[in-house]
């Protein structure tokens, strides 16, 4: 019986490796998404409760208009206040004001986002089933249950996974 034990063991440290690597992926896949999304607005504040930016000199940037088509909403600037900023040069060549473009569900609804939850989905659809079948090959009760309960546990946070992808997604810029 002491096979049965290192095959549960290496089945559940295999679920447990993919599980870890669709995490990975996610955690990436995020924080890539922030830095490419901030890029834009460094240096600028959004205040939610406001709807407004705040640009480094204290000036104020208002929506200026919504696009649904496209889901953006852009923020702008009076352009008196941008022309005799004295840090204008690096932050605008426009004499109409900075322009800052939002998309509030750009991370949810690209198809970049879906390609990498796709991944980690998978991964852990992966690790699953290798699971499941581990647990229908053990008669011993002790690593059922111990195989059952990661089965679970893994099968949980696909199902978290899924349902962000379906809910919308926080409106902070």
């Known amino acids: 019986m002491g096979g ?20 990975i992926l996610e955690f990436v896949a995020r924080y890539s998404h922030r830095r490419t999304q901030a890029l834009p607005t460094v240096g600028f ?35 008196h206040h941008c022309n005799a900023c004295v840090i204008k040069n690096r932050c605008t060549d426009s004499d109409e004001g900075r322009v800052i473009e939002h998309f509030p569900d750009s991370w949810l609804q690209s198809g970049l986002r879906q390609f990498h939850r796709g991944l980690s989905l998978a991964l852990l659809l992966l690790a699953f089933v290798v699971l499941v079948l581990e647990l229908l090959r053990q008669s011993e009760l002790p ?3 111990g195989i059952a309960t990661l089965a679970i546990c893994i099968g949980g946070s696909g199902m978290r996974l899924l349902h962000t992808v379906r809910s919308p997604h926080s409106k902070r810029p």
């Open 4 to 23: 049965a034990r290192i095959e549960a063991l290496l089945a559940c440290g295999y679920a447990i490796f993919l599980a870890l690597l669709a995490a």
């Open 45 to 79: 504040t959004y205040h939610r409760n406001l709807d407004l930016w705040t640009c480094p000199t204290g000036q104020s940037l208002h929506r200026a208009e919504s696009d649904p088509q496209r889901r953006a909403v852009r923020y702008r600037a009076q352009a």
């Open 143 to 145: 690593e059922q249950i």
